[in-house]
Every structure is written in C-alpha cells, then in structure tokens.
C-alpha cells in the first residue's frame, strides 16, 4: 500500500492563494503519474489536475484552468497544486492519487490501481 500524505490546506478569503503538498512515505512519487482530486460535501468526487512522472503531461479541470498550477520537486519527492485565486466553489477536501488517468485532454479519474492519501481540507469563505 502506497502511502501519500497532503499537507497545505486551511481556510482561505476569496481571492487568496494556498499550496498543497504531496508527499510520499516509503516509495519514490517520482515513478509515479499523480492526481489531485477533491470532493465537496455532498458532491461525487472530481478530478482537478494530474501530471506524469516526467513532469511534461499536465491537465486540469476547466473551472480551474489558469487559477492552479501542478508541479512536482523531484528532489523533494513531492506534488504540488498552487492555487491561486481562490472561489468559495473550490472549497472541499484535497486528494492526491498515484496513477490516475490522466489523458492529454478529458477528464482527470481514478485509475484501477489508484492510491490515495488521506486528504486536506480546503475552506474559501469570507
């Protein structure tokens, strides 16, 4: 079982900006391509943004496109998602995920051997 750990979220103003982090334990995330996804009380969970292993695919959801920025550090062995102005609609709890699917264009999903951390929440309120 691969073991990631989300780190970042908190209670944020409309406008604001908060980075998550990904972290791994035990095992490599620079093999691996990652996912974030997030899920909203009383929503079906969605996927907001992925990127491969080599860092040279990305994709996102259109409601955050050119609001979040996916990277990773692979000297640090960690993901991160910026995400930058900041709408009370993204409030939710923040997952990162190993291997999602994460095509060139399409949605973001959960793969068959997908992993998930335990997730953060994230709270954009005035």
């Known amino acids: 079982q691969l073991q990631l750990v989300e780190s970042g979220g908190g209670l944020v103003q409309p406008g604001g900006s908060l980075r998550l982090s990904c972290a791994a334990s035990?095992?490599?995330?620079?093999?691996?391509?990652i996912g974030w996804f997030r899920q909203a009380p009383g929503k079906e969970r969605e996927g907001v943004s992925c990127?491969?292993?080599?860092?040279?695919?990305?994709n996102y959801l259109d409601s955050v496109k050119g609001r979040f920025t996916i990277s990773r550090d692979s000297a640090k062995n960690t993901v991160y998602l910026q995400m930058n102005s900041l709408k009370p609609e993204d409030t939710a709890v923040y997952y990162c995920?190993?291997?999602?699917?994460?095509?060139?264009?399409?949605?973001?999903?959960?793969?068959?051997?997908?992993?998930w951390g335990q997730g953060t929440q994230v709270t954009v309120s005035s």
């Open positions: 035990g095992f490599t995330l620079n093999y691996y391509t």
């Open positions: 995920a190993t291997d999602p699917v994460c095509p060139h264009f399409g949605a973001v999903v959960a793969g068959t051997m997908t992993s």
């Open positions: 990127i491969s292993s080599s860092g040279g695919r990305t």
